[in-house]
Nanobody, 126 residues
């Protein structure tokens, strides 16, 4: 399942960015269970920021994202968005969207996601 992220960039602290993850291919709808947004900062492990279950639309946020980030989806275009507000320098990372087809791992476990985008850089200046 090809995934293409967009929307990253440089923003000042307190600003906002909206990331988009576009899934292409006919198989996406048949395989998707969850779409997640992960991030990885230099020297740190990849961590889940937000996720959305495709069936039912339930959402999950990391503690650092709660109240600032919103994950949403457009079923018609198979696009998942991550609206990020009140950005902080510690949000600086490469952001990846990922798709998992099952729930064999915890939602936040990156090993459970089979398909990954190429990543988009988000840099928040102080």
């Amino acid at each position: 399942v090809p995934l293409v992220e967009s929307g990253g960039g440089l923003v000042q602290a307190g600003g906002s960015l909206r990331l988009a993850c576009a899934a292409s291919g006919r198989t996406f709808s048949s395989v998707v269970d969850t779409v997640g947004w992960f991030r990885q900062a230099p020297g740190k492990e990849r961590e889940l920021v937000a996720a959305i279950r495709w069936s039912g639309g339930s959402k999950h946020y990391s503690d650092s994202a709660k109240g600032r980030f919103t994950i949403s989806r457009d079923n018609a275009t198979n696009t998942v968005y991550l609206q990020m507000n009140s950005l902080k320098p510690e949000d600086t990372a490469v952001y990846y969207c990922a798709v998992r087809s099952g729930s064999y791992y915890l939602l936040s476990h990156s090993l459970g996601y089979e398909y990954w985008g190429q990543g988009t850089q988000v840099t928040v200046s102080s």
